[in-house]
């Protein structure tokens, strides 16, 4: 176990804000971090629990607590001639996962290749990307209750999964923090390419559809429109792409004809792309402060050099004021914002 007191979180965000945490603990095993959940200090302390901070907005020092697992590990636990199941540590970097699954010729992870973060936190978020969302291959979860200290397995169903949203996001309403994740992949070919221009693009690229050839196709168009993290600080998508009804969807078709939309959970709503709404209100390419609007992509907000987290959220705001006033929609931050 690691404690470390007024601890720099620069490398523990990916805006790369350089905040600091009164307290930052690491634990190894599930018997260090039953220790913790059981200390009378911890108990008393705000906390909170990150994975590699690639969905955090830090608005100043955090007076508190953090948690974080260094839990590696993956493990072969059932195979058969259709499919395999990984247990992995929720301290394991996603994209080592689908790298490995690809390598292995196991299929399911490919689409959400070159996603940043480590799996425990993958599974509180329900990543997705290119048409596939992490609960499609999840088999389970297992995870403590920092409360009762019990610890529990949720399977698929009871991690109540939906877009960006699991049980696990409200760490204050529900105690949970994952330790270990399972998950399914196929051994046959079943690839997933409905993806506006995926199929298209895979095809220029790799004659034939291999696992290796989805991956490294992702892995471009991801690098084409999202910006380096080395180069500018950023958590990806800073909102979720709003989910209107068909009726509001409509009146904006009126108004606005070139408006995208996909399909969303229910034959009353569309997802619009946020990206869109906010390049639409003039913010691509804008910046306030130390905080910028990627160019290539206005969805991703980026840190400029210098940018405070109150930057980046003041120039939120400004983005989700305008999409309301011009739209009627408002934007949810798909970052979680701490402080
Ligand atoms: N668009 C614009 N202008 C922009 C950005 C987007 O007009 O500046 C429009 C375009 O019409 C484009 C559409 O939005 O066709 C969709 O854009 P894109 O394919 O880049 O996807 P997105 O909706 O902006 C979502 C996820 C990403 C994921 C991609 C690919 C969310 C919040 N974001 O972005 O996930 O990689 O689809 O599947 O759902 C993340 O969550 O951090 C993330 C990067």
């Known amino acids: ?70 839990i590696k590990g993956v493990n072969i636990e059932e195979e058969t001639d259709q499919a395999v199941i990984l247990r992995i540590g929720a301290a394991e970097i996603w994209d080592d996962i689908a790298a490995f699954a690809i390598s292995r010729g196991w299929y399911g992870a490919e689409n959400l ?4 973060g480590e799996c425990g936190a993958a599974a509180v978020q329900n990543i997705g990307a290119y048409g596939v969302e992490l609960k499609d291959i999840i088999q389970s979860v297992e995870a403590c209750d920092r409360n009762t200290c019990e610890k529990h397995i949720f399977s698929r169903e009871d991690c109540r999964y939906s877009y960006r949203y699991s049980r696990f996001k409200d760490e204050s309403a529900t105690p949970y923090i994952i330790t270990h994740i399972r998950i399914r992949l196929s051994k046959s070919p ?42 500018y600080g950023n958590a990806g998508s800073f909102f979720m792409n709003p989910v209107i009804t068909v009726l509001h969807f409509e009146a904006l078709k009126a108004a606005y004809p070139n408006i995208p939309s996909f399909p969303a ?29 990627y160019h290539k992509q206005a969805l991703i907000l980026v840190n400029l050099g210098n940018a405070s987290g109150q930057d980046i959220a003041l120039l939120a705001e400004d983005i989700r004021t305008a999409v309301y006033k011009r739209f009627s929609i408002t934007l949810t931050p798909e970052v979680r914002y701490i402080g």
């Open 1 to 70: 176990m690691r404690i470390e007191e007024h601890f720099p979180l620069e490398n523990h965000n990916t805006f790369r804000l350089p905040v600091k945490a009164r307290w930052f603990i690491e634990y190894d095993n599930e018997d260090e971090l039953l220790r913790i959940l059981r200390d009378e200090y911890f108990r008393e302390c705000d906390s909170i629990h990150i994975g590699s901070g690639s969905n955090l907005l830090f608005l100043n020092d955090y007076n508190g607590i953090i948690l974080h697992s260094t």
């Open 113 to 116: 290749s070159g996603i940043p």
């Open 190 to 231: 079943a690839f997933t390419l409905h993806y506006s221009g995926l199929m298209e693009q895979i095809v220029a690229r790799h004659p034939g559809i291999i696992l290796p050839g989805v991956r490294e196709t992702i892995l471009s168009i991801r690098k084409e429109k999202l910006p380096d993290p080395a180069q």
């Open 265 to 293: 959970d229910g034959d009353m709503v569309k997802k619009v792309p946020a990206g869109w709404l906010i390049e639409q209100c003039g913010f691509r390419g804008a910046s306030k402060g130390g905080a910028g609007v």
